[in-house]
């Protein structure tokens, strides 16, 4: 019998953000526990669903779900929230072994007010605790921005290899492979890994589109190099003021170092090659609901500034401020406003209202705006996806939430949760059809096309202010590393 744990503390933490990440926030956006991890994903398409298939159909493999803690990006994990949470998911794996491997979901861009590395200070103490000879295979997001800390401890390092991240799960089974066949004795995975000195423009992270598609296809070729046993390239998360802030890439072998550094080297310098690429240009909120067309598909406007995904906080108002004063028609929005669905509530369904909505969290993303509208339904907030797009959830909880109908047909869907934009079950699920929209604003950059493009016709980059700006130059860094392209010049 194969025992072996399942544990993670997945955060991407936007060290700008106003949002304190604590432990009431863990626990409203998902600490989960045992049998909970295998309700929410084993028929999901994240890394724990991966991780989890390893032991389906296998008997002489058990893989036991512990803890994963996970909250929607923002900003640094209290140090109190961080020490909570490692404290038992370390005291969960050394009251449940012996293990024969541990599985780490990670994200790889967590940053606590303690540990700029919070993900390499994890990795640390489980290697401590479960000593040097057990595998510990780690899978994360393609937005980690990998320390050696972290490559050091782990055994297996693999990243997703897909933005929209839609691959998690694949990536989940891939490092669960390997971990099984290092605890056979069939394998021993080494690791190299390499920091570009670049970082890439959120604009331009797309797997789909150039540079990126170019590089990732590359760094994959060298899979059919023999004893080349996996490949990872990480887009890094640039919104993190830490060291490790920008690009990596990391190779593994069969026991061969020397072959799996030369392979990564091989991969960094194709990554160094595309730089020129690296940048990306977005219009305005008022320059892109004039651009929006009558289509018979609907305009999709990316609100880059307030990307979810990447830490916003859901509430930005100059994309809303700039379609009223267009007067666009068919507009639909998402926005956080938990105290105006509250109103709106207790009004009830059919109620005239007149609410100040959104930018209500700090100054930097717009300011609340008035509106009159018509409370048209009121819903749990709960829906399901059962397709893998970004990320691989299958179980949403936008809370309470409201549909508040305006004049020109626009409708503005108010939530009480935080919910990545990342299925369009959140708008059906209200009975609105997405494809009789004509402008649709997503709260992300790239992350929602997985699940918007298939229904979109114009799709607009939208620079919006706030602290997920794709324009990096407004960012005060104090401690990211130097020389870093496009920041400084490097020859
Ligand atoms: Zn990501």
Not at 123 to 147: C, F, K, Q, Y
Not at 389 to 405: I, Q, Y
Not at 420 to 438: C, F, K, N, V, Y
Request: proline fraction near 5%; hydrophobic fraction near 40%.
């Amino acid at each position: 019998m194969i025992r072996i744990a399942l544990l993670g503390l997945a955060h991407e933490t936007n060290t700008f953000s106003s949002v304190t990440t604590d432990l009431a926030k863990f626990e409203r956006d998902g600490i989960l526990r045992g049998e909970e991890i295998i309700a929410a994903h084993a028929t999901a398409h994240t890394s724990l669903s991966g991780f989890l298939a390893a032991g389906k159909d296998d008997p002489s493999i058990e893989v036991v779900p512990l803890i994963w803690a996970w909250a929607n990006p923002s900003g640094a994990i209290t140090k109190d929230a961080f020490n909570q949470l490692t404290t038992e998911m370390l005291s969960l794996l050394r009251n449940n072994g012996e293990w024969d491997a541990v599985f780490l979901a990670q994200h790889g861009a967590a940053v606590s007010e303690e540990f700029p590395d919070a993900d390499g200070e994890i990795v640390r103490r489980v290697r401590e605790l479960v000593g040097e000879d057990i595998p510990i295979g780690v899978t994360l997001d393609m937005h980690a921005n990998v320390t050696s800390e972290v490559v050091r401890n782990a055994t297996v390092i693999v990243g997703f290899q897909t933005n929209p991240h839609i691959d998690a799960r694949e990536r989940a089974e891939e490092c669960a492979s390997l971990i099984l066949e290092t605890v056979r004795g069939r394998i021993k995975p080494v690791m190299a890994f390499t920091q570009i000195p670049a970082v890439i423009s959120i604009l331009r992270q797309s797997t789909l589109e150039e540079p990126m598609s170019v590089i990732v296809n590359h760094a994959l070729r060298t899979l059919s190099k023999e004893q080349i046993l996996s490949v990872s390239v990480f887009e890094g998360y640039p919104y993190a003021d830490v060291e490790a802030m920008g690009m990596s890439c990391l190779t593994i072998s069969d026991g061969n170092y020397e072959l799996a550094k030369a392979t990564n080297q091989e991969i960094a310098d194709e990554i160094w090659s595309h730089k020129s690429d690296f940048q990306g240009y977005a219009c305005s909120a008022a320059e892109a609901v004039i651009q929006t067309c009558k289509d018979n598909r609907p305009n999709l406007l990316l609100d880059v500034g307030d990307n979810i995904g990447g830490g916003g906080p859901a509430d930005s108002t100059f994309l809303l401020v700039a379609a009223l004063e267009a007067k666009v028609n068919g507009f639909l929005m998402i926005l956080h406003d938990p105290h105006v669905v509250g109103l709106c509530i207790a009004s009830g369904l059919g109620a005239k209202v007149s609410v100040e909505i959104g930018a209500k969290k700090d100054g930097r993303h717009g300011k609340p705006v008035l509106v009159d509208g018509v409370v048209s339904l009121i819903s749990d907030g709960k829906y399901e996806e059962p397709t893998p797009t970004h990320g691989g959830f299958r179980f949403f909880d936008s809370g309470p939430t409201v549909v508040l109908e305006m004049a020109n047909d626009m409708l503005l869907i108010l939530t009480t949760k935080i919910t990545l934009p990342a299925s369009l079950e959140q708008i059906r699920s209200l009975g609105i059809r997405p494809e009789d929209r004509r402008v649709i604003v997503a709260k992300g950059t790239i992350s929602p096309q997985a699940a918007y493009r298939p229904i979109a016709g114009k799709v607009i980059l939208v620079n919006t202010p706030g602290d997920t700006s794709s324009d990096l130059q407004q960012f005060n860094y104090k401690q990211r590393r130097r020389p870093l392209h496009p920041f400084e010049a490097i020859s």
